[in-house]
């Protein structure tokens, strides 16, 4: 598949900000072999308390490793369901071959370098950004507000 058709395929598995069925699948295909240590380094899978249900939901996430601490990425925006359900809950568990349970605190220092940093390590997140990852920091600076970041602390 050809890199433009292929974009276009991740962005219509999540059309209206939501996962349709096959980005569910496979999001929890992924989401398996993450926590299994299977796939990239900074592969994992966070796993948080739903803010309705109370029930813990699973998801692949890339954990992006800045100036020595770490970061969580919400690649839709306001509209991720672990963003929304880590504002509810800051608490979660990363998973990679062991469980850590965590804290998620809101970042709003360099988030510019971090959302950059972070499209260099997931790749699969690129087509639902405006801009190329190669782009000047100062490209990134214009859209740091529709893209949350969170700091990984341990848990308190």
């Known amino acids: 598949m050809r890199r433009g058709a292929l974009s276009a395929f991740q962005r219509w598995q999540f059309r209206d900000g939501r996962p349709g069925l096959s980005a569910r699948i496979l999001g929890h295909l992924l ?3 993450f926590a299994a240590g299977i796939g990239p380094n900074q592969a994992a899978t966070i796993q948080v308390r739903g803010r309705k249900t109370g029930r813990e939901i699973s998801f692949p996430i890339v954990v992006v ?3 020595g601490d770490r970061y969580l ?3 839709l ?3 991720t369901n672990w963003v929304r359900n880590a504002r509810a809950d800051n608490r979660a568990v990363l998973v990679r071959r062991k469980h850590e349970s965590v804290s998620l605190e809101e970042f709003h220092g360099k988030r510019a370098a971090i959302l950059r940093r972070y499209l260099e ?7 639902f ?3 190329d990852y190669r782009a ?5 600076e214009r859209i740091v507000d529709e893209y949350p970041v969170f700091r990984v602390a341990p848990a308190s």
């Open 73 to 75: 990425v919400g690649m």
């Open 31 to 33: 989401g398996i072999a």
């Open 77 to 79: 925006g306001d509209k």
């Open 65 to 67: 490793a800045y100036e």
């Open 129 to 131: 950004f405006p801009i």
């Open 121 to 127: 390590l997931a790749p699969g997140a690129r087509p």
């Open 136 to 140: 000047p920091l100062g490209d990134f």
